[in-house]
């Protein structure tokens, strides 16, 4: 079975600076990974998605992740944070087999602050 | 170029009632899946499919029943609506297992429901 972890239901930061989300997961196989931002009264949208090519992995609206093995992480980072970025952001870890469902972490909400 | 479709928006139900949420997409994905988000606790899976004719159970299926007569419809069903039901709902849908490479998951607007 996996799972993830999201450290810190919040986050808060000041416009124009570094955005750190934080994913850690679990699987017995080697994983997919995924994040994704639900903007308020939306459905969720696909940010960016690890598949065992390279390990920084660009995603849309200036947001990177890397997948670090040894550490089982996949952070989220965007240089420079945007008043458009506030939104919830959700770490997801995929199955293996026949059963590739998604496993979400809790969210984390972004507030960016002016 | 609709996506995802649900409806309603919004439903409010008395405990004991039985309703259907639905859920239609024009992507003539094979898989569809129900999920529902509750504060501090993400989004779970409910019920999928992996295509016309085929359901199974996901985390959390108790008080839900679903079909898929159709590529293209998915509904789903509370058989007796009671206050732990109260949540919102999405559906989503993708070519693949959402896991799969390339093919990601697209999720409807969601159904905001509150069971009284």
């Known amino acids: 079975a996996q799972s993830v972890t999201q450290l810190g239901s919040h986050v808060s930061v000041s416009e124009g600076a570094l955005v750190l989300l934080r994913c850690n997961y679990s699987?017995?196989?080697?994983?997919?990974l995924f994040w994704y931002v639900q903007y308020p009264n939306q459905g969720l949208q696909l940010l960016l998605k690890?598949?065992?090519?390279?390990?920084l992995v660009k995603g849309i609206n200036g947001f990177e992740a890397e997948f670090k093995k040894s550490e089982t992480s996949f952070h989220l980072t965007k240089p420079s944070a945007h008043m458009s970025d506030a939104a919830e952001y959700f770490c997801?870890?995929?199955?293996?087999?026949?059963?590739?469902?998604?496993?979400f972490g809790s969210g984390t909400q972004l507030t960016v602050l002016p | 170029n609709a996506g995802v479709t649900q409806t309603p928006k919004f439903q409010v139900l008395k405990t004991g009632q039985s309703m259907t949420l639905q859920c239609a997409q024009d992507?003539?994905?094979?898989?569809m899946s129900w999920y529902r988000q509750d504060p501090g606790m993400g989004l779970r899976l409910i019920h999928y499919?992996?295509?016309?004719?085929?359901?199974d159970q996901g985390e959390v299926p108790n008080g839900y029943n679903v079909s898929r007569s159709t590529t293209e419809d998915f509904p789903l069903r509370l058989l007796s609506a009671a206050p732990s039901q109260t949540s919102v709902y999405f559906c989503?849908?993708?070519?693949?297992?959402?896991?799969?490479?390339?093919?990601?998951?697209?999720f409807g607007n969601g159904t905001r429901l509150t069971v009284t």
């Open positions: 989503a849908s993708s070519p693949l297992l959402p896991g799969s490479h390339n093919s990601p998951l697209h």
């Open positions: 699987s017995s196989v080697p994983p997919y």
């Open positions: 690890y598949t065992s090519a390279a390990t």
């Open positions: 997801a870890v995929s199955g293996s087999g026949s059963a590739r469902q998604l496993t």
């Open positions: 992507m003539n994905h094979e898989y």
């Open positions: 499919s992996v295509g016309a004719g085929i359901t």
